[in-house]
């Protein structure tokens, strides 16, 4: 009579970075059976899981970061039919009692999963509402840009000579940015046309910036 041996099953945290991951893979009773380190790439990826499964039967995977570095491995885990759970940040006492380091962290990772810690599901970053977020990271930092160049004409024109001011002081932003987006100053050769030249870069990347934005928004 041939007696099956139930396979073992695990558990897998993931501690990521950048340019590497560490996974500790754990038992069902939180005893750790191997740690190792994989490239952030499909190919890491994959050994990454050809790794785990090795080792036993795979309940679950823990990363921390699915909304960043560890995305990428989410994604992949997701496709290929593993549970994957979102893991916060190991606690601070945690890290004052073991210190910090890639495999302590990836092990906190895998226990947070054990002890029913980490329940949460990597959000989704294929639909609509993600088309929208990466779309409006864009227009925030175009917005941003924007903001800092008229505010640094401003502070030109408080101490530009007295022509300039003359010539500025009462227009609106946009109508500045126009109006000073036209100018041709020529060689900055000394203050006043050095002011001027750098009134009107500053004047010709608000306008681009600002087209930036708007196109930006309607595209959302």
Known sequence: ??????????????????????ATVCDHLGRIIATSAFDTTPAGYRRLLSWAKRRGEISSFGIEGTGSYGLGLARFLTREGIAVNEVN???????????????ADSEAAARTVLAGDATGSPK?????????????????????????????????????PDDIRSE?????????????????????LDARSATRVAIRQLAQRWMALDAEAKQLEAQM
């Open 168 to 188: 500025l002081r009462d227009l609106r932003t946009p109508g500045r940015m126009k109006h000073c987006a036209r100018w041709r100053p020529g060689d900055p």
């Open 1 to 22: 009579i041939t007696i099956m041996t139930p396979q073992r099953v695990i558990t897998v945290g993931v501690d990521t970075h950048a340019d590497t991951h560490t």
């Open 124 to 160: 989704d970053h294929t639909g609509g509402v993600e088309a929208v977020r990466v779309l409006n990271m864009a227009r925030r930092s175009a917005v941003k840009a924007k903001t800092q160049a008229a505010n640094q004409v401003r502070d030109l024109v408080v101490t530009a």
């Open 89 to 103: 940040r190991t606690n601070r006492q945690h890290r004052r009692r073991r210190g910090k380091s890639d495999p």
